[in-house]
């Protein structure tokens, strides 16, 4: 992750196009000059919640209409996602009373299994992207729905997606995107739940759980933790809560495990291929070799264009940690089962090789994530997953509330040592968006480790996930369980059911199931 990156200089200057159409791409073209190593590390690093499940369709324009709807369907591999999209009308502040404005906030509704007269809602708290794409991708409300008689709510975040309080100019200006913040999106779940309840006939005693991975799993952690009256519990699936408050060196040190229980050598030869790519980049031909080894679409050139494409590979091996599932799946790029063994099989060599021997593994290894298909003509290190993710939203909160401090040391880890310097990091956040982070306030606000007087919250975590690192690993109590997925990589168990799933994801899903079917039935007894 990937310290060539930098924001854009200031929003007032942000091309309308660039942040509406494919914001991955223009977070990866930015190469505003500022930011230290060790301050991007962490904005890069915070940048992989948009990778937690994946987003797609950037549409920003509002629609017109307060409740209109159409009907839109997906194929999936497993099933036929079909859902009704509504827009509500949100506040712009929650908060304070000056400003009175609003906004429509998109949310999908699927009413296929639904049990009226008291049906359950599993609700979606929406993640840093557009909606659509959480819906199709999370499996496992689907997979549910018809054993519980479910009612489906899939609900968008502000400031991603269509739901942009104020229109085109949404991303403008620092004073409108004061209000992107996660306790504003908190509030307006809690307010869309309490209308749902309100007007969908049935649903008035309804029980509503809700359903989050990764930063939105964080959100439904939150959601239950804020307002209790609102959810009965919350399945937060690599839901990084503490990452606030552990050692900035816990996330790469998970990465660089699952490398090397994969593969004899696999980490031990990535880490020593940074200084190789040094060495070989020092010349003219150096840098010619590399960019024809690797595929490069753009030629290396400058030494600036090296550190670009270091942090290119460093993200790339962060991404196929992530994913490390164990079945063929599309998720940031088509790749193999267990596709971290499958690149490993690339990097078994030992301290004797070359160089040039060494990086013509790491490039073959580099095309296990990029090309598996087979039908990429050359590798891009301006892109490393999807392309239509809402990174400009999430620069701007993890420059706010969402610090989460990250740094390697070349020894627990396989990576160049980057130290983690919290001024740095607010001086550039300064000098991009006119505003500085709050270290602490995550903390503050939703508690840190001190959230034992909270209840009926399943934290679930896959042991390859590097996200886990920041995640609640063990039950607290007997009202909030801490679920470990042996082979698990990111929110696994929010996937479909897949017949290569290992015992552990289904054991895992079962259990969050009986938890669901327990809160229900204990909030029907007491109204």
Same mark, same amino acid.
Not at 93 to 110: C, I, M, S, V
Not at 323 to 340: C, I, K, R, T
């Given at each position: 992750m990937f310290a060539s990156w930098s924001i854009y200089e200031s929003f007032d200057i942000l091309p309308r196009s660039s942040y509406a159409n494919d914001p991955w791409l223009d977070i990866f073209r930015c190469t505003v000059t500022g930011f230290t190593h060790s301050a991007m590390r962490l904005l890069n690093t915070a940048l992989l919640f948009l990778l937690l499940l994946l987003l797609s369709c950037n549409a920003l324009g509002l629609k017109p209409q307060l409740l209109g709807r159409h009907t839109a369907q997906t194929n999936s591999q497993h099933t036929s996602v079909s859902y009704k999209t509504f827009y509500f009308d949100q506040q712009i *502040? +929650?908060?304070?009373?000056? /400003?009175?404005?609003?906004?429509? &906030?998109? @949310? $999908?509704?699927?009413d296929q299994h639904w049990h009226k007269e008291g049906g359950p809602i599993l609700f979606y708290t929406g993640n840093e992207g557009d909606i659509t794409w959480f819906c199709n991708n999370t499996g496992f409300m689907w997979d549910v729905a018809e054993e519980l008689g479910a009612l489906l709510v899939f609900a968008e975040h502000r400031y991603y997606g269509e739901s942009m309080p104020f229109g085109e100019e949404s991303y403008s200006n620092a004073k409108y995107l004061n209000y992107l913040t996660s306790e504003q999106a908190l509030a307006d779940f809690a307010v869309l739940i309490k209308a749902l309840k309100k007007t969908l006939p049935g649903a008035q005693k309804s029980s509503v759980i809700a359903i989050g991975g990764s930063y939105g799993g964080m959100l439904a952690a939150w959601l239950r933790m804020k307002y209790p009256s609102v959810v009965v519990g919350a399945l937060a699936a690599s839901a990084p809560i503490w990452q606030f408050i552990v050692p900035c060196g816990e996330f790469y040190k998970v990465v660089t495990n699952d490398f090397t229980i994969s593969g004899t050598n696999c980490s031990s030869n990535i880490r020593r291929s940074w200084a190789a790519i040094d060495r070989v980049s020092a010349t003219g031909e150096g840098l010619q070799w590399l960019s024809q080894e690797f595929g490069l679409c753009n030629p290396l050139k400058t030494l600036d264009d090296v550190y670009g494409f270091k942090a290119w590979?460093? /993200?790339?091996?962060?991404? $196929?940690?992530?994913? *490390? @599932? =164990? @079945? /063929?799946?599309? #998720?940031? &790029? =088509?790749?193999?089962?267990? =596709?971290?063994?499958?690149?490993?099989?690339? $990097? +078994? #060599?030992?301290?004797?090789?070359s160089d040039k021997q060494l990086l013509n593994g790491i490039s073959q290894a580099v095309r296990v994530y990029y090309n598996y298909t087979g039908d990429a003509v050359c590798l891009n290190t301006s892109q490393t997953a999807t392309g239509n993710l809402g990174l400009l939203g999430w620069c701007y909160q993890s420059c706010t509330e969402m610090v989460m401090p990250m740094c390697t040391d070349g020894v627990a880890d396989m990576f160049e040592p980057q130290p983690w310097n919290f001024q740095a990091f607010s001086d550039e956040c300064y000098n991009q968006f006119g505003v500085r982070p709050r270290e602490d306030w995550a903390e503050i606000v939703y508690g840190g480790r001190n959230i034992s007087a909270h209840s009926n919250i399943i934290f679930s975590n896959g042991n390859l996930d590097p996200w886990m690192s920041g995640g609640v690993t063990r039950s607290l109590s007997e009202y909030l369980v801490a679920i470990m997925i042996d082979g698990g990589a990111h929110h696994l168990d929010l996937r479909y059911n897949n017949e290569f799933d290992p015992e552990s994801v289904i054991k895992t899903r079962a259990l969050e199931l009986r938890y669901f079917k327990q809160w229900i039935k204990q909030a029907a007894s007491t109204q």
């Open positions: *502040d +929650h908060f304070g009373f000056l /400003e009175n404005g609003t906004f429509k &906030q998109r @949310y $999908l509704l699927n590979l460093q /993200e790339t091996w962060v991404n $196929l940690a992530m994913v *490390d @599932y =164990p @079945y /063929e799946a599309n #998720f940031l &790029q =088509p790749l193999p089962a267990w =596709p971290v063994k499958v690149v490993c099989k690339n $990097l +078994h #060599f030992n301290t004797g090789v």
